[in-house]
């Protein structure tokens, strides 16, 4: 994948969802524009599902090994959502904020 410019926020998550989601206690996510995205390479999958708002979140995973490799949001429609750890660095901007803490 290819992206320009930097993240518009990142955040981590550890509502429900997003638990179940990454299998963790909590998602770490980057939000560029969608107009950052240059180019995506390879396969990949959708899957839809609807939040307990009742809008959708897709969310894209390599066929291969099953990783999350991106996402889009209904209520988030500017957005196209990273997993940190998708790019492999180290030293990626920290989160600015923890939704649903508890």
Not at 13 to 38: H, I, K, N, P
Not at 47 to 52: F, K
Not at 78 to 99: I, S, T
Request: aromatic share 16%; net charge neutral; glycine share 8%.
């Amino acid at each position: 994948m290819a992206l320009t410019g930097t993240p518009q926020s990142v955040h981590t998550c550890s509502c429900l969802d997003c638990q179940r989601d990454s299998g963790g206690a909590f998602t770490y996510t980057a939000f560029f524009l969608e107009s950052a995205v240059e180019e995506i390479r390879g396969e990949y999958r959708n899957w839809r599902r609807i939040s307990n708002l009742g809008r959708w979140i897709d969310t894209a995973f390599c066929p291969t090994c099953g990783i999350r490799v991106f996402r889009h949001w209904e209520a988030l429609p500017w957005a196209f959502g990273v997993p940190v750890g998708c790019f492999a660095d180290p030293a990626f901007e920290l989160p600015a904020k923890l939704y649903y803490a508890s």
